[in-house]
């Protein structure tokens, strides 16, 4: 007979525990009886509690083969070590998935918008160009959450990251093909092969605890924000050290047939080395997990009226919220995609900055929002969820109003852009986005989680495809400055549905 795992046990131990008590009061003994009866069932049930969480402790401490064992690594993925994780290793190696995947766009941010205009585009080729990214990522996320669940993370993961590395190496490519709509397919594939956030999430919801699922899953986020926010100065280097015409690396260019090494695939060849090395990494160390299905959670049987009241919409005050939250999220990350599809360009034209000074700059703001990310825990023993979302939504309102009336055959003061980005970056997007985020994970927490979690991250996804086409178009008919009008309406549209119904939204994310 096959021996049970302790874990088995110990779910048995508790649930003959909790039977005994409730049968106990229905049996016709005194009170007395009763009182001892369940004392002693307690004190039974203590005790074998005891001994078992010893056993699974000390399983987990001598890293025991058992650990590997499918119908273990089922019923326990969340066992939690002394660290908090049940697979760091797996963690660590999963936060390197995150970060390559955003790093394909933000090591290439300093010098696409000068490829693009080498290559003949304008800045409506660049709104193109940065969608294409995020098509690209729309495409992959629901084929690679299916994916997951069917074949595992490991394979996946692998997968993903094969056609990150296609995607590096069309990119270098693109210089010698000459073509606009070439670039478009290899940023296109970067965001195929980046479209694993879904799968990268879900496994850190396996290996973590629920009562530090948050804190980790935030940790995540840091990586992801400063994938494409700090990593531009690598890109910056590149085209610093390539491009400067006071060095003498000026216009350096290395060419052997299909080989070219410039500032523009310099870039790329490096993220191609970076695949490699995590691809070595998911099929050497990874340790698999196989997915399982999201269950589904019981209706809840105290149903709010105020949920499920009707707006003058036709829809429930609850999915109202829900649309709102969605709402919100396109209009953060859409002001955010503006400034990552023009914010070079802009730099070059209107405030005398080269790409690559654009690119540390972007990085060095970028990384101070990375350290804002990490202590939202302390940020919000002060403010609410909705507190952080208008505190950021102000910031990033003010910063694109500071854009407008740009005259377009004007050179104004370099500071003065440092100034938005650093409000932006630095500031309204990582807490006010991040807020989003959180708040929308807590209203969903009333009902079941995976489809609206999978339209929440889709928005995101269309929101960083339309906007940049948006801006491209608009500023090249309308100008730089009608673009921040534009943006300054969003944002100010979001603030006032946010104002209007904080308090609906407060008593949903608690």
Known sequence: MESQHPYHNFQAAVTACYDQQ???????????????????????????????????????????????????????????????????QGYFIISLVV??????????????????????????????????????????????????????????????????????????QSTNVGSTEFLILAQTTLGI???????????????????????YMAYLTAVQYGGFTVTPFIGAAFAHKYDNAENQYA???????????????????????VCVMTLVMLYAVFEDRTRDKA???????????????????????????????????????????????????????????DSATTGYAVSIFGAIGVVALLNMGNIERYLSDVQMIVFGIVIMTCASATLI??????????????????????IGYPIGHTAVIGMFSKVVGRRRQGKLLGWFASAGSFS??????????????????ALFVVLVCVLATSLL??????????????
């Open 193 to 215: 092969g980046s479209g694993t956030l879904g799968v990268t999430r879900a496994y850190v919801a396996d290996v973590t605890p629920t009562r530090g699922r948050t804190r």
């Open 405 to 426: 009336g740009i005259r377009e055959d004007q050179e104004y003061n370099m500071g003065r852009y440092l100034f938005v980005l650093f409000m932006v970056y630095s």
């Open 464 to 481: 960083r495809m339309i906007f940049p086409i948006m801006s491209g178009y608009v500023a090249q008919y309308e100008g730089n400055s």
């Open 295 to 353: 269950a589904k959670k019981k209706s809840s049987t105290d149903s709010n009226e105020l949920a499920n009241s009707l707006t003058w919409l036709g829809i429930t005050v609850y999915d109202a919220a829900i649309l709102g939250c969605m709402l919100l999220n396109v209009a953060t990350k859409g002001c955010i995609s503006s400034f990552e599809t023009l914010g070079v360009n802009f730099a070059l034209e209107h405030f005398g900055m």
């Open 22 to 88: 409730i049968a106990t009061p229905n049996t016709k003994s005194t009170p007395n009886n009763n009182d001892n009866n369940n004392s002693s069932y307690y004190a039974h049930a203590q005790n074998q509690v005891a001994s078992l969480e010893d056993q699974l402790h000390q399983i987990n401490q001598q890293n025991s083969p058992i650990r590997n064992n499918k119908s273990f690594n089922e019923d326990a993925r969340s066992t939690q070590t002394a660290d908090g994780i049940a697979d760091v």
């Open 497 to 510: 549905f946010l104002v209007s119904y904080r308090d609906i939204l407060q008593t949903f994310s608690r």
């Open 99 to 172: 970060l390559i995947g955003d790093m394909s766009r933000g090591v290439m941010y300093p010098t696409l918008w000068p490829l693009v205009e080498m290559l003949g585009g304008t800045e409506v080729t660049q709104g193109f160009t940065v969608a294409a990214f995020s098509f690209g990522r729309i495409l992959a996320s629901p084929i690679f959450g299916e994916r997951s669940v069917e074949y595992g993370y490991r394979s996946t993961l692998l997968l993903s990251c094969a056609i990150l590395l296609l995607g590096t190496l069309l990119y270098a």
């Open 251 to 273: 216009d350096f260019n290395v060419e052997k047939r299909l080989f070219v090494w410039n500032q523009y695939t310099a870039p790329a060849y490096f993220m191609s080395l």
